[in-house]
């Protein structure tokens, strides 16, 4: 008998998890631990890199795990989630019962394990479950669920400074609401897991060999790099170039709310225009908007809050078209595709940690400094990471994509 598929809002908050353990942990932990615990740019720039170093043999690990366990899916997943949920709780809601960078690191250790073996399964999970949607499955499914994780991003992004205005332990609050969100994420898709028939196992290497799902991950891996560095900067830009304290938590509101909001946009433009041109109007938008944020200083929240706006909707093109087209693609060459979002998880996740081991040391090196009134060499340093190398990795990515086919001229 076949069971009962979860609902798509069951996607759309089981992303909203996964993303919440995501991007805001560039955002948050870094300073958190430099403001609590006094720990160095530097060190906590290499500890994440190091991390995910260790995803290069972890993640096709984990995709092997998530494709021989697919008779237990129901109860691995339980298990990883409890795993996510202590981790994130003993990051920020914990004293270190051991020397802080120790605790940093075994606490992101489980945090990301865990998180690498969910997106594996939740994107296998969804490439089923777009084919059993029929026609425009894959791009239904996909707004879905990348609004959901757009929307998770924008609360993980702002909640520990907004309940800062009304708990001592504004991190505390925010580990106690993401178990919260753990439990209900988990129940809501409770009824999609492993329902799907059983299938043949994808190997790397008939991934690695699609001359498509290689150009793919190239640009997946590319393209997501502006935002690891504009999220692992964001803070000490918004505190040390703006000198707009307080206004970091509506900032980051105001970018991830225009991307989630923009997602159902960019999926009825990509259905009628095609994906390719649709991709790659909203990437030039990112570089248009961004490139102003080189001139700006002090007291500038209005015109950055303008271009936070606008690159916002520019990365709800990013999040939603891409993962479509990626996961038909991926319906056509993988029959199970665990190992291949091994893969999407790795490119995707490797950023972020290269760009924090890569820009942090930088800035420690150029007399930056979290919460005190730097040099002007430090701050102009600042500028440059911040405003000049994202646009110019945009770039890069809008030329591979403009001489890549792409599967399908419409995402759908």
């Not at 489980?110 to 998180?115: A, E, Q, V």
């Not at 425009?136 to 757009?150: C, I």
């Not at 209005?302 to 690159?311: E, H, M, P, Q």
Request: aromatic share 12%; proline share 6%; glycine share 10%.
């Amino acid at each position: 008998m076949v069971k009962r598929s979860a609902p798509l809002a069951g996607y759309a908050v089981f992303a909203a998890m996964l993303s919440s353990a995501g991007l805001p942990i560039y955002i948050h932990a870094p300073k958190f631990y430099v403001d609590e615990y006094g720990l160095g740019l530097a060190a906590l720039g290499g500890i994440l890199f190091g991390l995910r170093l260790f995803d290069v043999v972890q993640d096709p690990a984990l995709g092997w795990l998530a494709r021989t366990t697919r008779a237990y899916r129901g109860g691995m997943v339980a298990g990883a989630v409890t795993i996510l949920a202590a981790s994130m709780y003993g990051l920020f809601a914990i004293a270190p019962p051991i020397a802080p960078m120790w605790w940093f690191a075994l606490t992101l250790i489980g945090l990301f394990s865990s998180f690498s073996f969910l997106t594996i399964c939740f994107y296998a999970e969804g490439v089923q479950t777009a084919e059993r949607l029929g026609k425009d499955g894959h791009l239904r499914l996909a707004t879905w669920r990348e609004t959901g994780g757009l929307l998770g991003v924008c609360l993980a992004s702002v909640a520990p400074i907004a309940l800062a205005s009304f708990l001592p332990n504004p991190f505390t609050g925010f580990a106690i609401g993401f178990v919260g969100l753990c439990a209900l994420a988990y129940m809501l898709m409770r009824p999609d897991w492993g329902q799907g028939a059983a299938t043949p196992p994808t190997a790397f290497g008939t991934i690695l060999r699609d001359q498509t799902a290689r150009r793919l991950l190239g640009i997946a891996l590319i393209n997501a790099a502006p935002v690891a560095v504009t999220s692992t900067l964001f803070l000490f830009y918004v505190e040390g170039v703006l000198q707009a304290l307080g206004w970091e938590g509506p900032l980051l509101l105001l970018f991830f709310l225009a991307a989630a909001l923009s997602a159902p946009f960019w999926t009825r433009a990509a259905t009628r225009f095609g994906a390719k041109p649709v991709l790659l109007f909203g990437m030039a938008l990112s570089i248009l908007a961004f490139a102003f944020t080189l001139a700006l200083g002090a007291g500038d929240v209005v015109a950055f809050a303008l271009i936070c706006l606008a690159s916002g909707m520019a990365l709800g093109a990013d999040l939603t078209i891409l993962p479509a087209i990626f996961s038909r693609h991926l319906s056509k060459i993988a029959p199970e595709a665990g190992a291949a979002f091994g893969l999407w998880s790795f490119a995707t996740k490797f950023t972020l940690a290269f760009a924090a081991v890569t820009l942090l040391p930088l800035l420690e090196t150029a007399g930056f400094e979290a919460g005190v009134t730097n040099p002007e060499a430090a701050l102009s340093r600042l500028v440059l990471l911040y405003a000049a190398v994202p646009c110019a990795l945009k770039l890069l990515a809008i030329t591979i994509l403009s001489i890549t086919p792409l599967p399908q001229e419409r995402a759908r």
